[in-house]
């Protein structure tokens, strides 16, 4: 399997824009940092609006491997190998019925296929300090009260000076919504949430000071234990330090919640249930807090629009199962400075751009929502996901009897950023073909839709709602964007879209 996106990295990339925008970012993570970056390092006006004072708490601590490879390409490679993270490269999972079984990235792809286990807390304040250095003009403390728009057209927004209270109006050419789960655009302005009623867990999980990975687990990578409710997470942190949590349907979280006089009484509970993680914490001595988080899974109708774009968790949040929030979060970044700086250089026009963003950003997130999906039917076995992942990564060189691989590249988040590059024109292939197309045959991937379906149904009835869900419906066919467009990201020798027919 061929992975060109690692060799991209950090080169200098000559010719700033045609054309000066103007833009404004609202939200300094890691989707925010990584946009504003890249576009001030292409000549860009670039201004960036967060809620908080950096460091902050955020949960997402396992990163996928394709957040390597844009770091490099951001400048920002070395900062991050300096902050003595843990090196992640893969996963154990001891998932339904089956022996453990091991996604080790670096003996599937090769040593620099690795990532890290991080505090998310440094990670994010590591990208924003980049950012700044990059020629943005970062205001922390600015609370937005809303986006101005004029007509469909956003134009800037309104926010709040953090030392004098005074409201300030800022326009830009283009609003770049990084606001997370807030969704200024999306949630609150457009309101073009759609809720998967599959997805409506909650997470609740604490630290350790010492502990242990199952035998066999890759170097520094997270283990995924599986329950009759739900699913744990044990991933190994810098200094001996444990983050642990436990995921399950908020049915049952309301439930199991009446039986404890608090929350930390309740995660010690959940663990204790578990004879796996129980064992794993063992020899660790827990820190005294418990973190309690709804992650029910959403996506827009639109991830783009004139002068917008959403990013990251403001554009679609998807069930951590696959560590995959930050990769979602910083390869959206990375797409919507390539769509602007597209546009700057006169690659694409307008329309042009989004659809190369949308395209792109979507079929990446239904493809993991899809995987998902067929994870949460544990009794399925790992052949079953395999064959899914093989048919969802399109890629040629993959078979059968390699399967596995393709499952590592898509929770790797390579297989996104390899379509995203593919200059064939392949990458604009909708997903929908390809989950209609296993829809129609008899195969283990049909099955796992089927049963996703199903799922889906009974937590639609477990709500009160009486419409039925049936095997088409599963995925929604809404949430899935194609145009045949034939666009791909290019990197180099800058940043821009590439267009399939105009090479030709």
């Not at 844009?70 to 920002?76: E, K, Q, R, V």
């Not at 807030?182 to 009623?197: F, K, T, V």
């Not at 330090?241 to 929350?263: L, P």
């Not at 390579?414 to 390809?434: C, F, H, M, N, P």
């Amino acid at each position: 399997m061929s992975l060109p996106w690692l060799n991209v990295a950090n080169t200098k990339r000559v010719g700033l824009v045609s054309k000066k925008f103007e833009v404004l970012v609202i939200g300094g993570g890691p989707a925010g940092s990584t946009a504003a970056s890249l576009l001030a390092r292409a000549g860009m006006s670039v201004k960036l609006l967060e809620r908080a004072v950096f460091p902050r708490y955020h949960i997402g601590e396992s990163i996928t491997t394709s957040c390597r490879g844009i770091l490099d390409y951001l400048g920002a490679l070395e900062k991050v190998n300096s902050r003595g993270y843990t090196s992640k490269s893969g996963a154990l999972l001891r998932w339904g019925k089956e022996d453990d079984w091991v996604i080790d990235w670096t003996q599937q792809f090769g040593p620099d296929m690795r990532s890290w286990q991080v505090e998310r807390a440094d990670f994010d304040h590591v990208l924003l300090e980049h950012a700044k250095e990059s020629g943005v003009d970062v205001v922390e403390g600015a609370r937005v009260k809303k986006v101005l728009f004029e007509g469909d057209r956003a134009i800037g927004a309104e926010w709040v000076a953090p030392e004098t209270g005074e409201i300030v109006t800022t326009h830009a050419d283009f609003v770049l919504d990084a606001s997370g789960r807030a969704g200024l655009i999306g949630a609150q302005h457009l309101d073009n949430r759609q809720p998967h009623e599959i997805f409506r867990n909650v997470a609740i999980w604490g630290y350790w000071d010492g502990g242990e990975l199952l035998p066999n687990s890759p170097k520094g990578g997270i283990n995924v234990v599986s329950s009759d409710d739900g699913w744990y997470w044990v991933i190994p942190l810098s200094g001996d330090r444990f983050s642990v949590g436990f995921v399950t349907h908020k049915t049952n979280f309301g439930e199991r919640r009446k039986e404890f006089g608090s929350i930390e009484d309740m995660l010690l509970a959940m663990i204790a249930e578990s004879p796996t993680v129980k064992g794993l914490v063992a020899s660790g001595t827990f820190q005294g807090k418990a973190r309690v988080e709804q992650d029910f899974s959403y996506v827009a109708d639109r991830f783009c629009g004139d002068g917008y774009f959403l990013m990251g968790d403001a554009a679609c949040f998807l069930d951590p199962l696959l560590s995959t929030g930050v990769h979602l979060a910083m390869y959206s970044g990375l797409l919507t400075a390539a769509s602007i700086s597209g546009m700057a250089h006169g690659d694409v026009t307008p329309t042009e751009a989004q659809s190369f963003y949308e395209t792109l950003f979507r079929n990446a997130y239904v493809r993991l929502f899809t995987l998902v999906s067929g994870f949460y039917q544990k009794h399925a076995g790992k052949d079953r996901y395999f064959a899914l992942a093989n048919s969802l990564a399109r890629d040629e060189t993959v078979s059968e009897e390699t399967a596995d691989v393709a499952f590592g590249e898509i929770i790797s988040g390579g297989t996104d950023l390899r379509e995203a590059a593919d200059i064939s024109g392949k990458a604009s292939e909708s997903i929908d073909q390809v989950i209609v197309e296993q829809k129609q045959q008899k195969s283990p991937v049909r099955e796992l839709l089927d049963a996703a379906a199903e799922a889906q149904e009974r937590a639609r009835l477990a709500a009160g709602q009486q419409e039925r869900l049936t095997p088409d419906t599963a995925i929604d066919t809404n949430d899935l964007y194609d145009v045949g467009n034939g666009f791909y990201l290019l990197m180099e020798p800058r940043l821009g879209v590439g267009k399939v027919n105009a090479d030709a």
